[in-house]
C-alpha cells in the first residue's frame, strides 16, 4: 500500500492527499508535526533527502520527494496528466511556476501568521508579499477567459498551483484583487474528489 508522509496544514502535502482521493488510491497517512521539529529526525531524513513533506513511499519501499513529482508519478496515465508531450510540458511549466513564484511567498507568510508571529516578522511579510502579488498578477492574467490553466480541463497543472493559492488569505494576501483566480478556485474546489484541507 502506498504510504503518504504529510503534515497537518501543509499545502503540499494537500494537493497529494486531493490527487490521491480523485484517483481513490487507498494510502496509509504519517502526520508528522513541523513545530515539534520531526521533519529534523535522522530516521525521517533517511526518507526525505530535503528534509521536507510530503513524501509518498510506494508497496516497495521507493520514496518520492516533492509535490510536484508525486502529482506527476501519481497523475501519469490518467486525464489529470496530459499524454501529449506539449500538453505535459505546458503542466510542469505551471507546476514549476508555482514553486518559483508562489510558493514560498505565500507559505511564509501563512506559517508567520498561523504562529502567531506577524507583527514580529512584518518586514518580512512585506517582501514575500511583494513577490507574491507579483505572482498572483501572472496568474490572474493566465487565467483570463480561460477555465483551466492547460487545454481546457482540469490538470495536475490547477492542482499544484492550486493549493498555496486557495489559503493565501490565511498569509494576509487580498485575495479580491484577483477575480479571475477566485472563480478558477471555485472551480477546483468542485471537482470530484476534492477535499478540505482539514476534514472534520
Ligand atoms: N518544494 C517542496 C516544498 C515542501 C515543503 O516546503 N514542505 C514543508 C511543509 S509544506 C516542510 O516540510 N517544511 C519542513 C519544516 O518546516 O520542518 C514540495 O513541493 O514538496
Not at 49 to 61: C, K, N
Amino acid at each position: 500500500m502506498l504510504r503518504l508522509y504529510d503534515s497537518r496544514l501543509s499545502g503540499n502535502s494537500w494537493k497529494v492527499r486531493i490527487l490521491l482521493n480523485q484517483l481513490q488510491l487507498p494510502y496509509e497517512r504519517i502526520t508528522l508535526d513541523l513545530e515539534k521539529g520531526d521533519t529534523n529526525s535522522a530516521e525521517f531524513q533517511k526518507i526525505s533527502r530535503f528534509a521536507r513533506v510530503p513524501v509518498l513511499e510506494l508497496a516497495d519501499g521507493r520514496t518520492i520527494v516533492e509535490s510536484g513529482a508525486i502529482l506527476q508519478y501519481l497523475a501519469a496515465g490518467t486525464p489529470f496528466f496530459p499524454d501529449d508531450q506539449y500538453l505535459r510540458a505546458e503542466v510542469t511549466s505551471w507546476m514549476f511556476f508555482e514553486q518559483a513564484d508562489l510558493q514560498r511567498a505565500i507559505a511564509l507568510p501563512r506559517v508567520y501568521h498561523l504562529r502567531g508571529l506577524a507583527d514580529r516578522m512584518s518586514q518580512q511579510i512585506e517582501r514575500f508579499h511583494t513577490d507574491g502579488y507579483n505572482g498572483l498578477e501572472k496568474l490572474e492574467r493566465g487565467l483570463g477567459g480561460r477555465h483551466w490553466l492547460v487545454d481546457d480541463r482540469y490538470t495536475i497543472a490547477d492542482l499544484g498551483v492550486f493549493a498555496y493559492v486557495a489559503l493565501a488569505s490565511q498569509g494576509g494576501y487580498d485575495m479580491t484583487r484577483f477575480p479571475a483566480i477566485l472563480l478558477w478556485l471555485a472551480r477546483v474546489k468542485q471537482q470530484e474528489g476534492w477535499i478540505e484541507l482539514i476534514q472534520t
